[in-house]
Nanobody, 114 residues
């Protein structure tokens, strides 16, 4: 049974930082392409960042230069370091794993507000 469990969300002031984690179980993590998505209220889910099994990264234009995706294969974990947060970054953030099919976590809420 595949499980992706996100953590690290919360309330932060504009300009602040958060680090999200996603721990994976039930898959060969090192073979999976990983991604972070987010969905704001009333909006469609959007792709934030991806990291391939080879470690190649890609980012949405809206987060480029502020967010960093990374992975720790021995820990079966992918991270999203978010700096210089803005109110428009407020959303539920989801972790996804691509390995033959896509697997999804339950999401973690990030709220950027003063």
């Amino acid at each position: 049974q595949v499980q992706l469990v996100e953590s690290g969300g919360g309330l932060v002031q504009p300009g602040g930082s958060l680090r999200l984690s996603c721990a994976a179980n039930g898959i060969i993590f090192s073979l999976a392409n990983m991604a972070w998505y987010r969905q704001a209220p009333g909006k469609q889910r959007e792709l934030v960042a991806t990291i391939t099994r080879a470690g190649v990264t890609n980012y949405a234009d809206s987060v480029l230069g502020r967010f960093t995706i990374s992975r720790d294969n021995p820990k079966n974990t992918v991270y999203l370091q978010m700096n210089s947060l803005k109110p428009e970054d407020t959303a539920v953030y989801y972790c996804a794993a691509g390995l033959g099919r896509e697997y999804w976590g339950q999401g973690t809420q990030v709220t950027v507000s003063s």
